[in-house]
């Protein structure tokens, strides 16, 4: 397995979720068998470092008696220092500022708070001033002596400065719903207009305009339409929106236009200025095949990842990169091994943010984070907008505004017909070659399983079978994995059997079916497989297995098939209703265990 990867594909749940509609005309076997529940316990779970969610504890060395004795001494610090400061110990307990707890002695936590303001006036803070000097504000790169960064290079154009509020408001309702916020606290932001056309966000930018002529697109999409005039007057960003909406585009251009306009030449900046933390290689490569597409003035760009030619890509980040594309797990060990300089990064992209937490990244994503420059502008895409987004959105991102296409609630692309198929375990490949069988000749499908051997395993059986395939999974050597796709992507197979390394990012716009043989681990997963057919304007069809081992997901799948309009099988709501009675009952029988005093009083 690659140094990227958190196995998302093993280890699948059986306690996993459904979809709806009968199909065609399959007859199941008269035997209907209880399939049993795998063990499924989620691999490799995040490391939870408690320095992450509590304050910051500095502990100087000394006799025994001293350590943790008396009330430690307390202060704040902005978190720009703590890196620069007490060294590993890179705690974030607000926003913005860190709080340093210093136990021992008094003597001890004098001599330390002594060596802490030495440093912290080396680089331009008298703590606990309030970062002036005569008069003078400083700003943070500024207090750690970083080459100056420019943000704001929007220039709105007047037809859409002119558009009346009552337009605006109709604009974004009639193109999906667009929803737009201001997260700043205290007094809010005007949100920018959309713009209806590329020229009312590039006009002034002819190099741009050229790429998107060549290209042949027509009219932005809604979360560019709305993400352009933010991200280009320098304000972060939270971009929500469904896969296959072109977000990758909506930070791309502004990051090119970024890169270039910066005061201090690409040259001169002793590193890349650009990063693209991604979740997975395939779509890291993804981010680069559109980087080199849209060739701007000249800017370099190279994606590095886990199973790849580490020399390669070190050479190549040594030798000089305007843009970096990373997977988070490669970044980390380059940045460890000091091959690669983020100081100089100004322009931060966390894309599929969500996948990346679901991964297990979070703890190289945290430190990732604390090394690249402060002030930067930061972009974070997602499609969902779960907890964990939010928590490293508001630690990470300053003043942020978030636009989101739809609804920030969970739901599946409305050009996907979503059909389920309530099945015994063991009758699962027997369907799947029935629906093999009924494809037309010119279909294209995804067939995705829970874990690897499975797809393995069903790779095999086709082949066996004279069915063309390929397979797509975390332990398949990176060129086979390249070589799996290309094949894919160009027609020569058209049945990709894959893990969730598929489910995210995937740009293949003919992709006519989604075939769910496993249910995911979760129910954002079903909506990003859901999401592979169904794009650029096309109709897709997904159809999902869904056996009684998968109860536990049968009402969130319900909430998934009627926010689509989609039909929900009687049996599926059955279901649910019936583990949600299978919950209830499971409580009382606990609380009716527990001893007396303690949690009967209800009782």
């Given at each position: 397995?690659s140094?990227?990867?958190?196995?998302?594909d093993?280890?699948?749940r059986?306690?996993?979720?459904?979809?709806?509609?009968?199909?065609?005309?399959?007859q199941?076997?008269?035997?209907s068998?209880q399939?049993?529940?795998?063990?499924g316990?989620?691999?490799?779970?995040?490391?939870?470092?408690?320095?992450?969610?509590?304050p910051l504890?500095?502990?100087p060395r000394?006799?025994?008696?001293d350590?943790?004795?008396?009330?430690?001494?307390?202060?704040h610090?902005?978190?720009a220092?703590?890196?620069?400061?007490?060294?590993?110990?890179?705690?974030?307990r607000?926003?913005?500022?860190?709080?340093?707890?210093?136990?021992?002695?008094?003597?001890?936590q004098n001599?330390?708070?002594?060596?802490?303001?030495?440093?912290?006036?080396?680089?331009?803070?008298?703590?606990?001033?309030?970062?002036?000097e005569k008069?003078?504000?400083?700003t943070?790169?500024e207090?750690?002596?970083?080459?100056?960064?420019?943000?704001?290079?929007?220039?709105?154009?007047q037809?859409i400065a002119?558009?009346?509020?009552?337009e605006?408001?109709k604009?974004?309702?009639?193109?999906?719903?667009?929803i737009?916020?201001d997260?700043?606290?205290?007094?809010k932001?005007?949100?920018?207009?959309?713009?209806?056309?590329?020229?009312?966000?590039?006009q002034y930018y002819?190099?741009?305009?050229?790429?998107?002529r060549?290209?042949?697109?027509?009219n932005?999409?809604?979360?560019?339409?709305?993400?352009?005039?933010?991200?280009?007057?320098?304000?972060?960003?939270i971009?929500?929106a469904?896969?296959?909406?072109?977000?990758?585009?909506?930070?791309?251009?502004?990051?090119?236009?970024?890169?270039?306009?910066?005061?201090i030449?690409?040259?001169?900046?002793?590193?890349?200025?650009m990063?693209v933390?991604a979740?997975t290689r395939?779509?890291?490569?993804q981010?680069?095949a559109?980087?080199?597409?849209?060739t701007?003035?000249g800017?370099?760009?190279?994606?590095?990842?886990?199973?790849?030619?580490?020399?390669?890509?070190?050479?190549?980040?040594?030798?000089?990169v305007?843009?970096?594309?990373?997977?988070?797990g490669r970044?980390?060990d380059?940045?460890?091994?000091?091959?690669?300089?983020?100081?100089?990064?100004?322009?931060?992209?966390?894309?599929?943010?969500d996948?990346?937490?679901d991964?297990?990244?979070?703890?190289?994503?945290?430190?990732?984070l604390l090394?690249?420059?402060p002030?930067?502008?930061?972009v974070?895409?997602?499609?969902?907008?779960?907890?964990?987004?939010?928590r490293?959105?508001?630690?990470?991102?300053?003043?942020?505004m978030?636009?989101?296409?739809?609804?920030l609630?969970?739901a599946?692309?409305?050009?996907?017909?979503?059909?389920?198929i309530?099945?015994p375990?063991e009758?699962k490949?027997?369907?799947?070659?029935?629906?093999?069988?009924?494809?037309?000749?010119?279909?294209?499908?995804?067939?995705?399983?829970?874990?690897?051997?499975?797809?393995?395993?069903?790779s095999?059986?086709?082949?066996?079978?004279?069915i063309?395939?390929?397979s797509?999974?975390?332990?398949?050597?990176?060129?086979?994995?390249e070589?799996a796709?290309?094949?894919f992507?160009?027609?020569?197979?058209?049945?990709?059997i894959a893990?969730?390394?598929?489910?995210?990012?995937?740009?293949v716009?003919?992709?006519t079916?989604?075939f769910?043989?496993?249910?995911?681990?979760?129910?954002?997963?079903?909506?990003?497989?859901?999401?592979?057919?169904g794009?650029?304007?096309?109709?897709?069809?997904a159809?999902?297995?869904?056996?009684?081992?998968?109860w536990?997901?049968?009402?969130?799948?319900?909430?998934?098939?009627?926010?689509a309009?989609?039909a929900?099988?009687?049996?599926?709501?059955?279901?649910?209703?019936?583990?949600?009675?299978?919950?209830?009952?499971?409580?009382?029988?606990?609380?009716?265990?527990?001893?007396?005093?303690?949690?009967?009083?209800g009782?």
């Amino acid at each position: 397995m690659s140094d990227w990867e958190v196995d998302s594909d093993e280890e699948f749940r059986a306690g996993s979720r459904p979809s709806a509609l009968p199909l065609l005309e399959w007859q199941p076997a008269m035997a209907s068998a209880q399939g049993r529940r795998s063990p499924g316990s989620r691999p490799f779970p995040a490391p939870r470092d408690p320095w992450l969610s509590g304050p910051l504890e500095y502990r100087p060395r000394g006799p025994p008696r001293d350590r943790g004795l008396g009330v430690p001494l307390c202060f704040h610090l902005d978190n720009a220092l703590i890196g620069t400061i007490i060294g590993n110990y890179r705690v974030i307990r607000g926003t913005y500022e860190a709080e340093v707890k210093i136990f021992g002695s008094n003597d001890a936590q004098n001599k330390a708070k002594m060596l802490i303001d030495d440093l912290v006036k080396r680089y331009g803070q008298n703590y606990p001033g309030d970062r002036t000097e005569k008069g003078k504000k400083f700003t943070v790169g500024e207090l750690l002596d970083l080459p100056p960064i420019e943000r704001n290079f929007y220039k709105e154009s007047q037809k859409i400065a002119s558009m009346p509020q009552e337009e605006v408001a109709k604009w974004r309702k009639e193109n999906n719903n667009i929803i737009c916020d201001d997260l700043k606290e205290g007094e809010k932001r005007h949100v920018p207009n959309p713009v209806c056309k590329f020229e009312d966000a590039f006009q002034y930018y002819p190099d741009v305009m050229a790429n998107i002529r060549k290209v042949g697109f027509k009219n932005p999409t809604p979360i560019q339409s709305q993400a352009w005039p933010i991200i280009l007057q320098g304000i972060d960003l939270i971009g929500i929106a469904q896969t296959g909406t072109g977000k990758t585009l909506a930070y791309l251009m502004p990051g090119f236009i970024h890169l270039d306009s910066q005061p201090i030449p690409r040259d001169q900046r002793g590193g890349p200025g650009m990063l693209v933390l991604a979740p997975t290689r395939e779509l890291a490569l993804q981010v680069e095949a559109e980087c080199s597409k849209y060739t701007y003035k000249g800017i370099k760009s190279i994606c590095i990842y886990g199973g790849g030619d580490r020399k390669g890509q070190i050479k190549m980040v040594t030798k000089g990169v305007d843009i970096v594309i990373a997977t988070p797990g490669r970044l980390n060990d380059l940045q460890m091994n000091n091959f690669i300089n983020l100081k100089s990064i100004t322009y931060l992209v966390l894309d599929e943010a969500d996948r990346m937490l679901d991964m297990g990244f979070e703890p190289q994503i945290m430190k990732i984070l604390l090394d690249v420059r402060p002030d930067r502008q930061t972009v974070m895409t997602s499609a969902t907008w779960p907890d964990g987004v939010r928590r490293l959105a508001k630690s990470y991102l300053k003043d942020p505004m978030i636009v989101y296409v739809g609804t920030l609630d969970l739901a599946a692309v409305n050009t996907v017909e979503q059909k389920v198929i309530i099945i015994p375990e063991e009758e699962k490949r027997a369907f799947t070659r029935y629906f093999i069988d009924t494809l037309k000749p010119k279909d294209k499908v995804i067939i995705f399983v829970g874990k690897k051997l499975t797809a393995d395993d069903l790779s095999s059986d086709f082949s066996l079978q004279g069915i063309p395939v390929q397979s797509l999974h975390g332990n398949r050597e990176q060129c086979d994995r390249e070589q799996a796709l290309d094949d894919f992507k160009k027609g020569r197979v058209r049945i990709l059997i894959a893990t969730d390394l598929a489910s995210r990012g995937l740009d293949v716009q003919d992709i006519t079916h989604v075939f769910n043989f496993d249910f995911p681990r979760n129910i954002e997963e079903y909506v990003h497989r859901v999401g592979r057919t169904g794009r650029a304007g096309r109709t897709g069809e997904a159809v999902t297995l869904v056996t009684r081992n998968d109860w536990r997901i049968a009402s969130e799948l319900i909430s998934i098939l009627e926010r689509a309009n989609q039909a929900v099988p009687e049996e599926l709501i059955s279901m649910a209703e019936r583990f949600k009675q299978f919950q209830m009952t499971k409580e009382i029988k606990k609380d009716l265990g527990r001893p007396r005093g303690k949690s009967q009083k209800g009782f």
